[in-house]
Nanobody
């Protein structure tokens, strides 16, 4: 059984930083594509960043230069380092994995709130 678990969310002031983690059991991240998605209140879920099986990364224009996705194969964990956070980054952040992007496996999400 595949299980993804996000952690690291919280309340942060504008300009601050957070690092989200996505740990997994039942799936090896190195052999799958992993994406971080977020859903803001009243909006559709959107892709924020992803890392392919080969290690190629993608970032939405809104987070380029501020967010970094990385993978620790030894810990089977994918991280999302978020710097220079803005109020519009507020939302629930979900980890997703599968053989291709937008795979069948989702975590339960972690809340990120950027507010003064």
């Amino acid at each position: 059984q595949v299980r993804l678990e996000e952690s690291g969310g919280g309340l942060v002031q504008p300009g601050g930083s957070l690092r989200l983690s996505c740990g997994a059991s039942g799936i090896t991240f190195m052999m799958n594509a992993v994406g971080w998605y977020r859903q803001a209140p009243g909006k559709q879920r959107e892709l924020v960043a992803s890392i392919s099986r080969g290690g190629t990364t993608y970032y939405a224009d809104s987070v380029k230069g501020r967010f970094t996705i990385s993978r620790d194969t030894a810990k089977n964990t994918v991280y999302l380092q978020m710097n220079s956070l803005k109020p519009e980054d507020t939302g629930i952040y979900y980890c997703n994995a599968g053989y291709r992007l937008l795979g069948p496996y989702w975590g339960q999400g972690t809340q990120v709130t950027v507010s003064s």
